[in-house]
């Protein structure tokens, strides 16, 4: 198999949707849909052949990782399941762009907000050092490309160790991800727009980020600020390390 696009899913309202968009951002037919999730599959997803759900109560990070280990494409991309892939073959460009080596791997931007709403949308910075907070980090070099989502080879993927569970939400996760990867040898490129985000900010949307938004004050920055202030050169990691998280995450499920 030739890709596998995978995601931590919470939002099975939006999974028919964001799987119809697939074929807006890619050409090829050889492709898997990873939904790591407790919840079941809609009746409209059940029967598709290339779609498949790992149920874990986990952290999101911690879902993406388990992703990443039941995907079974040569290369796979993270995904956000309150979103939708914008049809501009960016998955397609991805891999024209990709760096030919193991290590090579581009990192996608996308939109965050919904332009019917009252948040707007907006994209960001994606280099480390347009970041305050990373610029008072000892290290973490200014210079890296933020990894938020990105197409890689999933072997090298799992050798350099994926993200780190200790981070309980992909936004500070894929920081330290970022800065491993490119500690490890990582060529990376910046790749176009792949998704547009949290397309529903009502009831569903706005209450399921209040845990994200609690682990990143209240864990994830604060371990991240310590370990880049006093780890240098930080690069691979145990790829088994979602097996010390949590199972039932205590910020949604507990």
């Known amino acids: 198999m030739k890709l596998s696009i995978f995601l931590a899913g919470i939002r099975p309202s939006n999974w028919l949707k964001l799987y119809q968009s697939i074929p807006g951002t890619t050409t090829t037919d050889d492709y898997e849909l990873v939904i790591v999730s407790p919840y079941d599959l809609p009746p409209e997803l059940s029967d598709k052949k290339n779609v498949r759900i790992i149920k874990d109560s986990g952290c999101p990070t911690r879902c993406y990782q388990l992703g990443a280990l039941h995907s079974r494409g040569e290369f796979i991309v993270c995904a956000a399941d309150d979103g939708i892939f914008t049809p501009t073959m960016s998955i397609d460009k991805a891999f024209a762009a990709r760096p030919p080596h193991s290590k090579g791997i581009v990192s996608f931007t996308y939109f965050e907000g919904d332009i019917t709403s009252e948040y707007k949308p907006v994209s960001m910075p994606w280099h480390l050092g347009e970041h ?5 980090l000892k290290y973490a070099p200014n210079h890296y490309l933020l990894l938020a989502s990105f197409l890689v080879r999933r072997d090298y993927f799992l050798e350099a160790g994926g993200w780190d ?20 040898g990582a060529e990376v490129v910046l790749g176009e727009k ?9 009831r569903e949307g706005r209450a399921s980020h209040q845990p994200i938004e609690d682990a990143h004050i209240f864990n994830d920055l604060p371990l991240l600020q310590k370990m880049y202030q006093t780890v240098p050169n930080r690069g691979r990691i145990d790829f088994d390390n979602w097996k010390n998280a949590e199972e039932v995450w205590h910020r949604r499920f507990g």
């Open 132 to 136: 305050s907070i990373m610029r008072m």
């Open 165 to 184: 569970c200790q981070f309980e939400q992909p936004g500070i996760a894929c920081i330290d991800l970022a800065i491993r990867l490119q500690n490890d």
């Open 194 to 202: 792949y998704m547009d985000i949290a397309q529903d900010l009502g």
